[in-house]
């Protein structure tokens, strides 16, 4: 073989091969770019639904904390009935009030956010397996609460209760009090507020279990998903 016939041989190899390079960096790059839209995409639709399972299962965690130590959480046995709270001014709603109503709160923003993630599910980027973990994850969570009396339609409806439209956004503590002040909007709220007076009694203690529980594996399973830190961990420490 000649030395020109052997220059043109090196040079279709050496371009041969830059194209490959050239083509797998490209697909590489798209795959990179795919990825990190889809981690953000499901982050915007998930992260807040993993913020307020952790603060749900923290907060009710203290009751069930107290409950095993003393028999009863004494901050929210303020009330026997959900009807004691008509009346009621701000002053209480920001004290005396506050550790119950704002645990009632707390679940009720959890109930928008599993309301909203069922909404969202044709929007993530979820594998086959994991869209169904997730529909059963959060599932679970509505099943134990409606094994507590707060059955699941009513959960829906306090959900909605919790978002203000139409900004969509999630009511803060404040104007959530201005619909218990409502008899007749607080009334959708109210098998909400009986369990959570109830655990406050020392009551429903298994019941209270399995909703934290569900709560535990719906957290974990967001954690996975986002490639995040143990959410209830997180959260615990915070308070240190």
Not at 13 to 30: F, K, Y
Not at 105 to 120: G, H, P, V
Request: net charge positive; with cysteine.
């Amino acid at each position: 073989m000649d030395t020109a016939s052997t220059a043109a041989i090196s040079a279709l190899t050496s371009g041969a091969v830059s194209l490959g390079l050239v083509v797998a960096a490209n697909r590489q790059q798209r795959r990179d770019g795919s990825r990190a839209q889809r981690e953000t995409q499901n982050m915007t639709y998930l992260n807040p639904l993993r913020w307020h399972t952790a603060e749900t299962h923290h907060r009710l965690s203290l009751y069930a904390v107290r409950v095993d130590r003393q028999g009863f959480y004494g901050p929210a046995q303020v009330i026997r009935a959900p009807e004691e709270i008509d009346g009621k001014d701000a002053t209480w709603f920001a004290g005396t009030g506050c550790a119950l109503v704002s645990s009632v709160w707390i679940t009720a923003c959890l109930f928008a956010q599993m309301t909203r993630a069922r909404s969202d599910l044709p929007f993530l980027r979820l594998s086959g397996r994991d869209d169904t973990r997730l529909s059963t994850s959060i599932m679970k969570v509505h099943v134990a609460f409606a094994a507590c009396g707060v059955f699941y339609a009513t959960q829906s409806s306090i959900g909605t209760d919790a978002l203000l439209e139409p900004e969509g956004r999630l009511r803060s503590y404040r104007e959530f009090c201005s619909i218990l002040a409502d008899p007749e909007r607080r009334a959708w709220a109210d098998p909400l507020v009986r369990f959570h007076l109830a655990i406050a009694n020392g009551d429903r203690r298994e019941e209270l279990r399995r909703v934290l529980e569900a709560l535990r594996t719906l957290s974990d399973f967001l954690d996975n998903t986002l490639a995040g830190g143990a959410s209830l961990r997180a959260r615990w420490d915070a308070e240190l």
